[in-house]
């Protein structure tokens, strides 16, 4: 069953913490005379060495500052190390490594394959040869690869994990036999429980306002959708569509609340893999109280591609978004920012090397309160 939800007049208690982190934050900001800009991680497929093929490939975060500058970069294991198992990645899977921040801040995490570097067409494995993986990544560098799904997403991709502090994951992909959807199951587990089955294919999932959010390219549920009510963690849940908004090969998704008329989230962004030509780039929506409406889609400084990863934060009166475009090998991290007047120009500030491709973007250890703006007084 799926419903339309306008995501804007539902209020959660646990937004009083919110609230105050993006005080602190804006406090922070005012005492330093600018904004503060948040590092990024891009999810970086391929050792350098192979070209890449559907075959396992080697996967690491590299952390970059906002100017591009890399800063940091840490591998996923590919050998079994005790209870941590490896985290490879399909090479030219395109839907693969949603990778997002913890709720709390305290972790990047993201979802892969038991397969070592090289393993055959590991996206169509059967999951009880090759487990899907959860990993947790924390800002000193540390890995934990010990949950483990050994029958979702069956002969098919994993898309992403999303947390709120680590100790348990809401997990996106597709599979066969009806085997996809979302799945929740704790941290250090082995198995899992899918509480979303249809749509079967779901390629990212994220938290907002406390409510977990995810996006389809699944006819009828094209658009982006919130799952149950709040963050479910049992069975049969449905969707939510948000109501107004389709949209054709959505993946990344940005929310904030920036009105003072409309209660709740009002502002979207979302990525769009679609050539330029065929509406593709990043969207900008926002929702007037009782429908969404697309206001416009930056194009500026794309070329002909699309998008795929996508991250924002506030700085200021501005928004300043991250994306990855869509190029197949060396593609790009671009950089826009969005003052609500002058369409942005996408600035490039880092290219993916030669055999390896940048899947997604996500903020660096930075828990996503400054992804929900109370313009509204803080109410």
């Known amino acids: 069953m799926q419903a339309n939800d306008g995501a804007g007049g539902e209020r959660m208690s646990y937004r009083v913490d919110v609230k105050r982190r993006v005080l602190a934050w804006a406090i922070a900001a005012a005492c330093s005379g600018s904004a503060i800009a948040s590092d990024v991680v891009v999810c970086r497929v391929g050792s350098g060495v192979a070209t890449l093929t559907t075959a396992a ?29 490896r985290l490879t990645l399909g090479g030219t899977k395109k839907g693969e490594c949603a990778l997002v921040v913890s709720s709390d801040g305290n972790y990047l995490t993201l979802a892969g394959y038991d397969a ?3 393993t055959a067409s590991v996206s169509s494995s059967a999951t009880a040869m090759v487990n899907r993986i959860v990993a947790r990544v924390d800002a000193a560098g540390n890995v934990d690869t010990t949950t483990r799904l050994n029958s979702a997403f069956d002969m098919a991709s994993v898309g992403g994990a999303v947390s709120v502090d680590g100790s348990g994951f809401w997990v996106s992909g597709d599979g066969a036999s009806g085997l996809g959807g979302v799945w929740y199951l704790a941290h250090g587990a082995t ?16 938290i907002a306002s406390g409510r977990l959010f995810a996006t389809t390219n699944t006819p ?25 908004l389709p949209i054709w090969q959505p993946y990344g998704f ?38 969404w409406y697309l206001v416009t889609t930056f194009t500026d400084g794309l070329g002909t591609t699309g998008v795929r990863g996508l991250v924002a934060e506030a700085q200021g009166a501005n928004i300043v978004l991250y994306a990855t475009t869509v190029e197949p090998s060396g593609n790009k991290l671009v950089r826009l920012v969005d003052d609500d007047n002058t369409p942005p120009t996408a600035t490039v500030i880092a290219t993916a090397a030669a055999n390896t491709v940048y899947r997604s973007v996500a903020l660096a250890w930075v828990a996503p ?10 109410e």
């Open 57 to 85: 490939a080697a996967v690491s975060l590299e952390r970059h500052a906002s100017d591009g500058l890399l800063v940091q970069t840490i591998a996923l294991p590919t050998t079994v190390s005790g209870s941590n198992r």
């Open 116 to 118: 070592a570097p090289g």
């Open 191 to 206: 198995g899992g429980l899918q509480i979303l089955a249809n749509p079967n294919d779901v390629r990212t999932v994220n």
């Open 220 to 244: 009828t549920f094209t658009s982006i959708f919130s799952v149950g009510t709040g963050l479910p963690k049992t069975a049969g849940q449905s969707t939510n569509l948000l109501y107004g």
């Open 254 to 291: 940005a929310f904030f609340d920036r009105s003072r008329s409309v209660g709740g989230l009002d502002t979207l962004y979302v990525a769009n893999e679609s050539t330029i030509a065929a509406g593709g780039g990043i969207q900008k929506w926002k929702f007037d109280g009782s429908i």
């Open 369 to 378: 309160a400054a992804d929900v703006i109370f313009t509204d007084a803080f």
